[in-house]
């Protein structure tokens, strides 16, 4: 089938132009290999040119049947939508089916985070064992996570380089290349310090034990294991600490578009969903202190 190869371009693509995340390069990568095999059994479909809307929207209506939730379909339908805006602005193909095809409606979630007072006894009962290296790493990568609301993906890219002691700060390089700035504390900066003469070698601030580029599958067991130690949370992942950092930063009175620099984040809308934790808690705050809240 010939769109065998305008995936592979546009994989290409996705890895060194628009330079996405490992997970969304796999992501995207799966959802078009599916979609495509779905057409070819389906509706024998031989070219990326005689796929019509009609063809995708009966993919998507059997995901749907199948029970895949709607944010992984509304993901799939991204994958579709940025493959055929590539094949479009790369003279590939001059139609694009995805015009005609809509999301479903998701619920919002949401983001899990970790309440302040449960983290502040988490830091202060981290005990680092001198001799094991692998959890005096797993405490530091924590703490960077919490301290920053540094995505997985920009921890682990994170370069020496890129840490100024002197103004105590680091600069992270985001989604869609986007630089930003954090500023970050003195206890922080310290922990840095320490990664900045670790493997010489590396232009990175965190490798492994080994001396490796740390990956993802190693930050996520790192963080779970700790996280276990300390919570009950169903979900124990780097970005939950993200979710912990912003959501403690806007109880703390900080300004919305504040919060949106430091996350990165393109829109505001995105940041917002934020203030409905923080009326959560304002709502359980009423509920125990007002007379008849109880009730």
Partial sequence: ?????????????????????????????????????????????????EVSHLFIKS????????????????????????????LLRHGLTDR??????????TSRKLPVFIEENKMSDMIEDIIVEKKDENMHLA??????????????????????????????????LGKRNKERIIPITTELSNILTNYLDIYPLSPFVFNTAKGIKLYPNFVYRSVKTLLSRHTTLNKKSPHVLRHTFA??????????????????????????????????????????AHPKGAK
């Fill in 1 to 49: 089938m010939s769109d065998v190869f305008f995936i592979q371009q546009f994989q290409a693509y996705l890895g060194s132009e628009k330079k996405v995340s490992v997970h969304t390069y796999k992501a995207y990568s799966h959802d078009l290999e599916q979609c495509f095999s779905y057409l070819q059994k389906n509706f024998e479909v031989k070219s990326i040119k």
């Fill in 59 to 86: 993919w998507l209506s059997e995901l749907m049947a199948s029970k895949i939730d709607a944010k992984s379909v509304n993901r799939k339908i991204s994958a579709l939508k940025s493959f055929y805006k590539y």
């Fill in 96 to 105: 694009n089916p995805m015009l005609k095809v809509s999301s479903p409606k």
């Fill in 139 to 172: 405490n530091d990568i924590l703490l960077t996570l919490y301290h920053t609301g540094i995505r997985l993906n920009e921890l682990i890219h994170l370069e020496k380089k890129n840490i100024d002691l002197n103004q105590q700060t680091i600069k992270v």
């Fill in 247 to 288: 959501t403690h930063l806007l109880n703390h009175g900080s300004d919305l578009n504040a919060i949106k620099e430091l996350l990165g984040h393109a829109n505001l809308s995105a940041t917002q969903i934020y203030t409905h934790n923080s009326v959560e808690r304002l709502k359980k705050i009423h509920k125990s």
